[in-house]
């Protein structure tokens, strides 16, 4: 299974955080939505054994085909692809 995080904050929906330790992109989506103190949960792809990283990548896929980090779906349907906070605001209403 996977090394889901769960982070505590304000519930807007489902949000699931695909991203790499490594990412500093993927670190200010995090700080993004930490700042906001929003409820999500995030894993880091690259630190997960090859099995469960090909599971990930499959479902980082349905929302983003070329499986670039960070995928932060919302609510299985929304997907932000990428640092943008612009567009996490918009799907999040806040």
């Known amino acids: ?9 304000e519930n807007k929906g489902n949000l699931m955080l695909y991203a790499l330790s490594t990412c500093v992109w993927c670190r200010k989506t ?7 103190g929003i409820a999500y949960t995030y894993v880091y792809v690259d630190l ?9 990548e499959a479902e980082i896929a349905e ?3 070329e499986i670039s980090f960070p995928t932060l779906i919302i609510n299985n349907k929304e997907c932000v692809v990428g640092y943008s906070p612009e567009k996490i ?3 999040l209403n806040v």
């Open 48 to 56: 997960e054994s090859n099995r469960e990283q090909e599971k990930l």
């Open 30 to 36: 995090k700080d993004y939505l930490d700042e906001m």
């Open 1 to 9: 299974m996977s090394n889901l995080v769960n982070v505590n904050g």
């Open 89 to 91: 605001r918009s799907y």
């Open 63 to 65: 929302f983003n085909p």
